[in-house]
């Protein structure tokens, strides 16, 4: 209490935290700028020149997203470097697939009660995430709301903003026999954990005891973060060939794929194309998840799937694994309508 009264600190908002958090992240966000930024942070809003950039007739593209409740582990187990990435991917992984180069990156951190160190490094995370796409973080909005949430947690949200040149929007040209190349994911990513926790809970693990399919703690290899495929799927794109790409998130392959394909034609893939991760493995089994729902809930393996043209494919793959990614020739575009899967995920 003040001597007039009760401070907004008293009500459980600390400002000067606030003011603790912007200073403490400026060095991360500086090092994420790139041509087109024309402000630093602090202003009410965020500048960015597309022209700048390098677009003459620039379209933009927007996308949002949040992180989902792989949070709730990441904040039960402390383990908070890693999950700015996810942030970050769920939302430029997607803008990448319209063909988008993603140029800069807002967040949105609500908290019941600020923690200056904890907040500096989900956001410091979420910097790292942005250099590797190669986009700024140009701004965002830290919230102090008490009441709203219990004690040391926390929300996250994104929201990214790209450009292409007018006229090169994907998906465009798709036809049958169009061949499908499979980006091998790095885990989980960032969908499906109400399943995981829900298995975890199920097999009676901790987030602290050993992962039966890694040497290390079930929390820490479920918080391996989301993979950012976006440097290397735009070069696939600059090289030609790419006809649509299919960010492999909630609703799995099936759900997801079938989004870039036009009415009339659906995709046949073989499941002994890849090797399913030991994660995925050890899911299906402790949960008994039969294998129609592994596909339409998780990754199962493949975070991104590339349509690309047949005379093509042999090069985009050389320039996909030149560029460190793990490329499978997984099926083809054919007529009818959905997925089709041959084999079996093992």
């Known amino acids: ?78 383990h908070l470097d890693g999950i700015g990435q996810d942030l970050v991917a769920m939302c430029v992984n997607d803008l990448v697939c319209q063909g988008a180069e993603p140029l ?119 918080l391996v973060p989301t993979r950012l495929y976006v440097k290397p799927a735009l070069a696939a794109i600059r090289a030609g060939g790419v006809r649509a790409l299919a960010h492999i998130t909630g609703g799995g392959i099936t759900e997801n794929l079938p989004r870039v394909l036009p009415e009339g034609l659906g995709a046949e893939i073989d499941l002994g194309a890849w090797d399913l991760p030991p994660i995925f493995g050890w899911l299906a089994q402790a949960g008994g998840i039969e294998q129609g729902e592994m596909l339409k809930t998780f990754n199962s393996g493949l975070g991104m799937i590339l349509v690309v043209a047949a005379d093509r494919a042999e090069a985009l793959t050389a320039l996909l694994v030149q560029a460190g990614e793990r490329v499978h020739r997984i099926g083809r575009v054919a007529a009818g309508a959905g997925v089709r899967y041959s084999g079996t995920l093992a």
């Open 104 to 222: 800069f990156f807002l967040d949105y951190f609500a908290t019941g009660k600020l923690s200056v160190d904890e907040g500096a490094r989900v956001v410091e995370g979420i910097a790292r995430g942005c250099q590797q796409a190669g986009c700024a973080l140009i701004g965002g909005e830290t919230a102090e709301m008490p009441g709203m949430y219990h004690d040391g947690d926390f929300d996250l949200a994104g929201f990214a903003v790209g450009a292409m040149q007018r006229g090169t929007a994907l998906p465009a040209g798709v036809a049958e026999g169009d061949v499908l190349l499979g980006l091998a994911s790095d885990g989980v990513h960032s969908n499906g954990y109400s399943l995981v926790r829900k298995v975890a809970e199920h097999a009676g693990l901790g987030w602290s005891d050993a992962a039966p399919f890694a040497d290390t703690d079930l929390g820490q290899a479920l």
């Open 1 to 78: 209490m003040t001597k007039n009264g009760i401070s907004y600190r008293d009500a459980g908002v600390d400002i000067d935290a606030g003011n603790a958090l912007v200073e403490r992240i400026k060095p991360a966000a500086a090092a994420t700028t790139r041509p087109g930024v024309m402000d630093a942070l602090g202003g009410f809003g965020a500048l960015f020149d597309p022209r700048a950039a390098g677009y003459d007739d620039p379209v933009l593209v927007a996308a949002t997203d949040g992180v989902g409740t792989k949070l709730r582990i990441a904040i039960d187990t402390g």
